[in-house]
């Protein structure tokens, strides 16, 4: 059983950043893109950011040009670098590594931002 194991979340200050972190328990073949989900309470679960296995990018409008994703390949690892962060940004976020027969999702990380 693959665990996707999450890290980086905390409570920040508004206009401060983080860096998330998601790691596989071990080596997924075929995977084919990692993204970012958040999900803010009594809202649905959102798409953040994926990256694709040739690194083509997707970003939600409310996150462009403050997040970047990014991903190691041998490591099975994806990471979500968040600057210039707002209060709306506060939210479980979940990662999630997809090959073309399942998707594997991390157990989430929470992030807060104060204003």
């Known amino acids: 059983q693959v665990q996707l194991v999450e890290s980086g979340g905390g409570l920040v200050q508004a206009g401060g950043s983080l860096r998330l972190s998601c790691a596989a328990s071990?080596?997924?073949?075929?995977?084919?893109?990692m993204g970012w989900f958040r999900q803010a309470p009594g809202k649905q679960r959102e798409l953040v950011a994926t990256?694709?296995?040739?690194?083509?990018?997707y970003y939600a409008d409310s996150v462009k040009g403050r997040f970047t994703i990014s991903r190691d390949n041998t490591k099975n690892t994806v990471y979500l670098q968040m600057h210039s962060l707002k209060p709306e940004d506060t939210a479980v976020y979940y990662c999630?590594?997809?090959?073309?027969?399942?998707?594997?999702w991390g157990q989430g990380t929470q992030v807060t931002v104060s204003s």
């Open positions: 999630r590594q997809s090959t073309s027969l399942n998707h594997f």
């Open positions: 990256i694709t296995t040739g690194g083509s990018t």
């Open positions: 071990r080596r997924i073949l075929g995977i084919n893109a």
